[in-house]
T-cell receptor, first 113, second 113 residues
């Protein structure tokens, strides 16, 4: 059974720092992995999608990497800003057809001005 | 492009009542998935609709049912509401096929009292 874990559960850093969020999964048989952002009480915003054949994806100050063999993904945020404060979730797609995304519980990020 | 829209945004119901939540997918998308997110947790997959049929279902009781219309919009119905059904209900749309990105609506916050 696929399980997704995100550590740490919460993280607080000063503005301007570079930071890394971690996501691990137990079964390497995945088709893709997505990183999402969720603001309090709100829905989810897709940040990056990495196909299983890819090693990383970049969007602006965000860079996500994927190592299927070790069951790990990282989300790197460069030059953090207070507006980056949110909960970041990762989800793996085991079937390739969005049948059932399997989610981590998220990392709550606070960027202090 | 309005993206994925959900209605209503907030809802309060009494135990035992029935509720219907609605979702309009992103333009061009034909697949709708529903998720339940309890406070502080990652989303849990309820079911997915494609071509007006339930294609896959998560571990939810039959009290949870759905429908997809010819225009690809979808409804989630929950009967005999329990206090434990209180959660954020998220709708995601995607384009049927392999390895496609899921886009989420802002969610419906359901409170059962």
């Amino acid at each position: 059974k696929q399980e997704v874990t995100q550590i740490p559960a919460a993280l607080s850093v000063p503005e301007g720092e570079n930071l890394v969020l971690n996501c691990s999964f137990t079964d390497s048989a995945i088709y893709n992995l997505q990183w999402f952002r969720q603001d309090p009480g709100k829905g989810l915003t897709s940040l990056l999608l990495i196909q299983s054949s890819q090693r990383e994806q970049t969007s602006g100050r965000l860079n996500a990497s994927l190592d299927k063999s070790s069951g790990r993904s990282t989300l790197y945020i460069a030059a953090s800003q207070p507006g980056d404060s949110a909960t970041y979730l990762c989800a793996v797609d085991p079937s390739g057809s969005n049948y059932q995304l399997i989610w981590g519980a998220g990392t709550k990020l606070i960027i202090k001005p | 492009d309005a993206g994925v829209t959900q209605s209503p945004t907030h809802l309060i119901k009494t135990r035992g009542q029935q509720v219907t939540l609605r979702c309009s997918p992103k333009s061009g998308h034909d697949t709708v998935s529903w998720y339940q997110q309890a406070l502080g947790q990652g989303p849990q997959f309820i079911f997915q609709y494609y071509e007006e049929e339930e294609r896959q279902r998560g571990n939810f009781p039959d009290r949870f049912s759905g429908h997809q219309f010819p225009n690809y919009s979808s409804e989630l119905n929950v009967n005999a509401l329990l206090l434990g059904d209180s959660a954020l209900y998220l709708c995601a749309s995607s384009l049927g096929g392999m390895n496609t990105e899921a886009f989420f609506g802002q969610g419906t916050r359901l409170t059962v009292v």
